[in-house]
């Protein structure tokens, strides 16, 4: 348990930007002991760090990626941990492979608790081929995933879904991303509607939408040599005035997943440091 008065130095340290002690400064109860979880598109950035972060709170872990040393290499790293873990090369738009997969893996895991769906096409424009890869990739392997674990996830003491979104769901100028942003809005809009289709057999679902994001080799970090404006202008935008890492994304995803957050459905959490300027409620 986190003893607040205890840590507040160390608190005041973190909030001034100190990466190790971010790292370090979750103590709190999860109960992910034993538990397992999938995690899709999880060998770089935000869904490593889930993955990552799952494993070291003593969870199975399976995940999966379209690089198949990148999948070995990941695999490894949480064998490494002390913990079950299991990947594949797999693309998610490929229906049958994927949905065999989650299956599979599940079954592999002796069950599952957890789904997170983490991975995007990351298409944004107008053209058709951004919308059609938005909505296979994201929408559909969202839904397909959910369906291939649900048989697994009713037979959980604690399930639960996690989506990964994008506050640029919230945007409608410089940002929004057209097809992207359109359809994280859309995967915001149905993990709310199946938290109440399912919340009745016990499951819960709640989506994570992050803000800009900075990770080495990531899309933020492309931009910051592409377009270093738009990258200052993210960070200014931000009312932190920095970029976040895949590790505070994690750190929400893994809490809201975790029976820790047993009363949390139908939930949207952003985490962007505060760039969209909009009152929650
Ligand atoms: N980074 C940000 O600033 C940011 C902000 C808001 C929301 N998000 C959201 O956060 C999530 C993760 O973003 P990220 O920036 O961490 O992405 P990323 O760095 O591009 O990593 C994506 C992961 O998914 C895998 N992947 C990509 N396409 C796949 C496919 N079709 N099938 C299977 N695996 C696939 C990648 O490995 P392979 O390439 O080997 O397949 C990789 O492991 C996405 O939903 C994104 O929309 C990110």
């Known amino acids: 348990m986190i003893n607040v008065s205890h840590n507040l130095p160390l608190l005041h340290q973190a909030c001034q930007g100190d990466e190790h002690l971010r790292a370090t400064l979750v103590d709190m109860e999860l109960s992910l002991q034993g538990k397992r979880a999938l995690v899709t598109g999880a060998t770089k950035g935000i869904g490593r760090a889930i993955a990552e972060a799952f494993a070291n709170e003593g969870a199975s872990v399976a995940i999966c990626a ?10 490894a790293d949480l064998q490494s941990r002390g913990v079950q873990a299991t990947g594949a090369s797999i693309d ?25 769906a983490n991975v995007s096409a990351l298409a944004a424009g ?18 397909r ?39 994280k809005a859309a995967l915001i809009s149905l993990a709310s509607q199946l ?34 404006e738009r990258y200052a202008n993210a960070r200014a935008a931000a009312a932190l005035g920095r970029h976040g890492t ?11 997943a975790s029976p820790a957050a047993s009363y949390i459905t139908g939930a949207n959490l952003k985490v962007d440091g505060g760039t969209l300027s909009t009152v929650n409620y």
Request: proline residues 6%.
């Open 92 to 116: 998610v738009s490929d229906a049958e492979t994927y949905s065999a997969w989650v299956e599979s893996a599940a079954s592999e895991l002796g069950g599952l608790d957890i789904f997170v």
């Open 246 to 256: 895949p590790e505070e994304v994690a750190r929400a995803v893994v809490f809201l």
């Open 66 to 75: 379209r690089n198949a040393s990148d999948v070995a290499s990941t695999v």
């Open 195 to 228: 938290a109440q289709e399912i919340g009745p057999a016990g499951i819960r679902v709640n989506t994570v939408s992050p803000g800009p994001i900075d990770f080495p080799g990531g899309f933020w970090d492309r931009l910051r040599v592409s377009d270093p």
């Open 126 to 143: 107008w053209d058709a081929s951004s919308w059609q890869a938005m909505l296979e990739t994201d929408l559909l392997h969202t839904t």
């Open 145 to 183: 995933g959910y369906e291939a674990a649900a048989p697994f996830l009713k037979r959980s003491d604690c399930p639960s879904l996690v989506v990964v979104s994008s506050v640029s769901a919230n945007l409608a100028g410089v940002g929004g991303g057209q097809a992207y942003g359109a359809v």
